[in-house]
């Protein structure tokens, strides 16, 4: 199993918070870059918040100030914070990962749905 595997996704109300978590396989040795990304219906997919393996991050404009993403390389986890949610965030939510030969991996993806 080397696919990451993603939790946290659910209905949350606009302005409130949520947080995502993403496990990477342990079989997995090197993991480079790893990061969010997600897709609203009828849109293409796109990056929410990406983090190298040094902790160098990158978000979407639309998200900058609202998402922290972080990660723990000893236990090859990565998260995605969310706040000040907007009814635009609502998306089905992945996880991907780069390992050390340049493979990606995604996960299956977690719904997010922010209404009031």
């Known amino acids: 199993q080397v696919q990451p595997v993603e939790s946290g996704g659910g209905w949350v109300r606009p302005g409130g918070s949520r947080g995502l978590s993403c496990a990477a396989s342990?079989?997995?040795?090197?993991?480079?870059?790893m990061g969010w990304y997600r897709q609203a219906p009828g849109k293409e997919r796109e990056l929410v918040a990406r983090?190298?393996?040094?902790?160098?991050?990158n978000y979407a404009g639309s998200v900058k100030g609202r998402f922290t993403i972080a990660r723990d390389n000893a236990k090859k986890t990565v998260s995605l914070q969310m706040n000040n949610l907007k009814p635009d965030d609502t998306a089905v939510y992945y996880c991907?990962?780069?390992?050390?030969?340049?493979?990606?991996?995604w996960g299956q993806g977690t719904q997010v749905t922010v209404s009031s």
């Open positions: 991907s990962y780069e390992d050390g030969l340049g493979r990606n991996y």
């Open positions: 983090i190298t393996s040094t902790g160098r991050t």
């Open positions: 342990e079989s997995i040795f090197i993991i480079n870059a």
